[in-house]
């Protein structure tokens, strides 16, 4: 049985929410709380298994609800956004930072022809995040203290890079923000990003992960050309893709029920167009989308690597890579980075 805790500010919301969890018996809510100060008060005394978290709340946010239990209690919180703004969705990744796990959009209304679907994403979010083993956050380190990390040793000859491209989903964001800001905006080739993420969240995820790693990220568009230190996202309802010209080509997303941006679509692609210029990136997320084409780039000669497990938030997309033997190289976030300095180097070893 998974122990949920209701952290939102409307008692309509919470309702909805426990009707929801209700329809699942693996699923049970222990407690509802109106604001963070009441979800700090009840975590002192009950540790629930998962927190769904509100941003917007009286007294205390949701941001700095999910940072304080973070440091005290660790607990996988699962932020539920109502709102799809830019900046209100921009701030709901900020608690990512803060050690939340997921977002995911709150469901909609019973009646409407996405309820089952969005319902059945909160309710899978929930349960995968309930596995996932939290770690304490402490105050310091949200002054981004650089750790230390043992250097890779980088076995791969230097080839002319002319693209990266990453696929990522559940626990994606916080990955591209470690790469993005380890590599630097003068990264001399352009970088191109499927991550799966709800309708109506991508502008302000593309807001947040540009302005917390300093990278420029821009939301795609059909004919762009790809200029070196960018990195490109798709817009709603699209997948990515690239075109022989150094060109941004967009494809209409045909199955609303589907995953949106596929990794699929960006792996093909790139391998297609770029051959051995390429280098595919496969990071945690849930199912194997993009596993198959990143063996698929692999063959044409590009590249390849998939997170490992340790850093991994949810193993299944990279472990399906490593096991179609997909993957050049299995390495960290901050190996990764490593790994992609040393690959556009050009200086001698």
Do not use: C
């Amino acid at each position: 049985m998974i122990r949920v805790l209701i952290v939102d500010d409307s008692l309509v919301a919470q309702e909805f929410l426990n009707h929801i969890f209700s329809s699942d018996p693996e699923i049970k809510v222990v407690g509802t709380a109106s604001n963070g100060e009441e979800a700090l008060e009840f975590v002192r005394s009950n540790k629930p298994d998962v927190i769904t978290m509100d941003i917007h709340m009286p007294k205390l946010n949701g941001f700095e609800a999910t940072r304080r239990i973070m440091e005290t209690q660790p607990i996988p919180i699962v932020i539920v956004s109502g709102s799809s703004t830019v900046k209100e969705v921009s701030t709901a990744f900020k608690a990512v930072e803060a050690g939340a796990v997921a977002i995911v959009a709150r469901p909609r209304s019973i009646g409407h022809p996405a309820y089952e679907k969005t319902a059945r994403e909160l309710i899978q979010t929930v349960k995968l995040m309930s596995e996932v083993k939290v770690v304490k956050r402490l105050p310091h380190a949200r002054k981004k203290v650089v750790p230390s990390v043992p250097k890779v040793e980088v076995m791969e000859t230097r080839r002319e890079v002319q693209v990266v491209a990453i696929g990522a989903s559940t626990g994606g964001p916080i990955v591209l923000q470690t790469i993005l800001s380890g590599v630097g905006k003068k990264f001399p080739v352009p970088i191109l990003i499927a991550q799966h993420i709800a309708s109506g969240f991508i502008a302000g995820f593309v807001q947040w992960l540009s302005e917390s790693s300093g990278f420029p990220v821009h939301l795609a568009a059909d004919g762009e050309l790809l200029l070196p230190g960018h990195a490109y996202v798709a817009p709603d309802g699209y997948h990515l893709m690239v075109n022989h010209g150094n060109r941004i080509a967009l494809k209409r997303n045909e199955n609303p029920n589907g995953l949106s941006p596929l990794v699929s679509y960006l792996f093909r692609s790139t391998a297609k167009v770029f051959g051995q210029g390429a280098i595919g990136i496969l990071l945690t997320g849930m199912g194997r989308d993009g596993a198959e084409e990143l063996k698929f780039m692999k063959e044409k000669g590009a590249v390849t690597i998939a997170q490992d497990e340790a850093t991994s938030v949810v193993f299944g997309m990279p472990k399906e890579a490593i096991e179609l033997n997909a993957a050049t190289h299995v390495l960290s976030p901050d190996q990764i980075v490593q790994f992609l300095l040393h690959m556009v180097s050009r200086k001698d070893v």
